[in-house]
C-alpha cells in the first residue's frame, strides 16, 4: 500500500506539473512562485507523525548498520 500510494502521488504531481507548465506558458506576465506554490505551516499532528516515523525508520535501520564513530567514517 506504502507503495502504491508514493506511485500515486508521483503520477499526480508529474500530472499538475504538466498543468502548471501549460498554464504558464500561456500567461503573458508569470506570477511569483511563492504565490504558486505556498509553504503550508505543518501542523502539530503532522510534525508529531513525522517523528514517529523517523523513530521508526531509525529504530529499523539501527538494526541492520554498524555502529561507527564519525572518526571511524572519515577513515575509510
Known amino acids: 500500500m506504502?507503495?502504491?500510494?508514493g506511485v500515486e502521488a508521483r503520477h499526480r504531481a508529474s500530472i499538475e506539473v504538466a498543468w502548471v507548465t501549460a498554464a504558464l506558458s500561456r500567461a503573458s506576465k508569470?506570477?511569483?512562485l511563492e504565490k504558486l506554490f505556498p509553504?503550508?505551516?505543518p501542523s502539530?499532528?503532522?510534525a508529531a507523525m513525522l517523528r514517529a516515523e523517523m523513530r521508526?525508520?531509525?529504530?529499523?535501520t539501527a538494526k541492520h548498520l554498524p555502529k561507527k564513530r564519525?572518526?571511524?567514517w572519515l577513515k575509510q
Open 30 to 32: 508569470l506570477p511569483p
Open 44 to 46: 502539530a499532528e503532522s
Open 39 to 41: 509553504k503550508p505551516a
Open 56 to 60: 521508526a525508520h531509525a529504530n529499523t
Open 70 to 72: 564519525w572518526s571511524e
Open 2 to 5: 506504502t507503495i502504491m500510494k
